[in-house]
């Protein structure tokens, strides 16, 4: 029998993010989850290395690959909408989980508990404390990711000539302030790694 999983997910290419922009460049799903994965799995490391703290940074990076899954069923729901309030935030949140659900439905029998457990908020079945509290700080990163991500494409549209996305990396930028104070791995990599960002090829070689 044919199975639809990841041909489903392979649409994510097709989802453009912040459908409410003017963009110099579109971004779509699948490069935004690139990114957020290969900095959700880099805060992991530097949690790791300078904290001692024992993630599991590859399942940070697949969990940055998934995180947006959802959006190929319900399309990316701008921010200002997404939390206009408790009610429509919440509302959202229930859409998500039940496209979730859809998209893992799509998976045989014997491979969605493995998905579940990347799909899964409370990352399946964790007997020991320390390992709930590691996965539940693990996601945390996840999110963090994400809001860096969004933070560069700010950065990179401003850069092109764009100042329609100028309030956007304010508030952004005050949220990634907030986790920085929170989770030292942030700070670390929005010190050395974000600076970078927007530099020409010829600086960056």
């Not at 912040?18 to 799995?41: D, F, G, Q």
């Not at 599991?56 to 940055?64: P, V």
């Not at 998500?96 to 014997?110: G, H, M, Q, V």
């Not at 799909?119 to 079945?125: E, H, I, L, Q, V």
Request: glycine fraction near 6%.
């Amino acid at each position: 029998m044919a199975e639809n999983f990841f041909a489903t997910i392979s649409r994510m290419k097709y989802i453009e993010r912040w459908a409410l922009m003017r963009n110099s460049r579109p971004e779509n799903l699948s490069e935004h989850s690139a990114e957020v994965a290969m900095i959700a799995h880099a805060l992991c490391v530097i949690g790791n290395v300078r904290y001692g703290k024992n993630l599991d940074a590859e399942k940070a990076a697949l969990i940055g690959l998934y995180h947006d899954a959802s959006e190929i069923i319900t399309g990316d729901m701008p921010t200002p909408v997404k939390y206009y309030n408790d009610e429509l935030k919440n509302a959202y949140k229930g859409v998500e989980s039940a496209a979730e659900k859809s998209l893992l439905r799509k998976l045989p029998d014997d491979l969605r508990p493995v998905y579940e457990k990347i799909f899964s908020a409370d990352g399946g079945d964790l007997c020991e404390r320390g390992s709930a509290e590691r996965e539940r700080y693990m996601r945390r990163l996840v999110k963090a990711a994400d809001k860096l991500s969004a933070l560069i494409k700010c950065i990179e549209e401003e850069n092109a000539g764009n100042s329609e996305f100028r309030t956007a990396r304010a508030g952004i930028q005050k949220t990634i302030a907030r986790l920085a104070g929170e989770m030292p791995e942030v700070k670390d990599f929005t010190d050395e790694f974000l600076p970078p960002y927007g530099n020409t090829l010829d600086e960056l070689l």
